[in-house]
């Protein structure tokens, strides 16, 4: 299969979404039937503060709780919205941010946040004046409006429709923003709708039912039960654990001169995607081969490339005095060992 492909399916009973390139898995969404999704927005009320993290822990429906990390000012029993920004360790609450966006394909209204910005991807000047006429068109400045990038080349028409489809929703939550009980507001968009939402790359989308069967995804799904991922030059482990997950880099059976430096780069290209289909977050450990520190600055340069097109944001931290390279990344997808065990 060449090209890129969007499988729209199901696994067992939940909605879910891959994305193929040339017949290689390479994202896949597993919807959470019992978690809040990321980008649900929520009335919630505060509880109770957190001394020594400057945090407050908030009230979500369902006896649900939540932890806002900035709660500066505010009281118990306050009303106020949020928005989940990720999924929540077992026995965790709920990581949420009081700066609500309404992110759809083309558009996102920022509350709170006035002006009218245009993706910097789009660096033709024509165009970005088109964009800027089409969507002032439909603006209201009552709030801030981004065009993304997926806007260049898209029909005029369908921008609009989105912007006034978004604002028309922020305007509905706001006004549901006052009450004394928690109260879900959104539920977040599930698989389908982020892909539809995300994966905006020319591509063939199949929905036929049991199309992951047929395509051979849920066979590349069970390879991801382990922690080996094949380098070609070398292999890499890829090793969750409750506090962060471990990485760790070999050269296999290539004993060359170059062989550290040729796994090293391999592991830089592969790891974002190892990472993102087994929907891993939080601290990261790689532990690369021993290579000379002057090899160094270029597997970092080749780490931040790898890095720079991955739609889950990573910072880079840097090697650590015992030679590890340490990353920190969003818990913004539910970890794929979850979801295979309740599948």
């Known amino acids: 299969m060449k090209g890129r492909t969007i499988v729209l399916d199901h696994v067992n009973g939940l909605e879910a979404a891959a994305y193929l390139v040339d017949g290689k898995l390479d994202d896949l ?69 009081d700066r609500v966006l309404f992110k759809s394909r083309y558009a996102i209204v920022t509350p709170g946040k006035p002006g009218l910005n245009i993706s910097r991807q789009i660096e033709d000047e024509n165009t970005r004046d088109e964009l800027l006429a089409v969507a002032t068109e439909v603006h209201d400045d009552t709030f801030g409006l981004i065009l993304r990038s997926s806007c260049e080349g898209a029909d005029p028409e369908e921008i609009m429709d989105d912007i006034t489809v978004m604002q028309d929703l922020a305007h509905a939550v706001l006004a549901d923003a006052e009450g004394k009980d928690p109260e879900a507001l959104t539920e977040g968009d599930g698989p389908h709708g982020i892909a539809w939402r995300e994966w ?79 929907g891993l977050g939080g601290q990261i450990s790689v532990d690369f081969v021993s290579m000379s520190k002057a090899h160094r600055k270029q597997v970092e340069q080749s780490l931040r490339a790898s890095f720079r097109n991955d739609p889950i944001e990573t910072s880079l931290v840097g090697w650590t005095p015992m030679g590890l390279f340490e990353l920190q990344r969003k818990r913004e997808r539910l970890p794929l060992a979850r979801t295979l065990r309740g599948l």
């Open 200 to 278: 905006t790359g020319a591509s063939d989308v199949v929905t036929e039912k049991n199309a992951f069967e047929h395509l051979g995804v849920l066979d590349q799904i069970d390879a991801l039960g382990g922690a080996l991922v094949e380098l070609g030059d070398g292999t890499m482990y890829v090793e969750p654990t409750r506090a962060m997950v471990a990485v760790d880099v070999n050269t296999g059976g290539d004993t060359s001169q170059g062989a550290a430096l040729k796994a090293n780069l391999a592991a830089c290209r592969a790891l974002p995607r190892a990472l993102r289909l087994r």
């Open 29 to 97: 969404l597993i919807d959470d039937s019992d978690a809040p999704r990321p980008g649900a927005i929520f009335r919630a009320i505060c509880d109770r503060p957190i001394k020594g993290q400057g945090g407050m822990m908030l009230r979500l429906p369902d006896g649900e709780t939540a932890f806002l990390r900035q709660g500066k000012g505010l009281s118990p029993g306050q009303a106020m919205l949020v928005q989940v920004t990720g999924y929540s360790e077992d026995g965790k609450a709920v990581p949420v941010t």
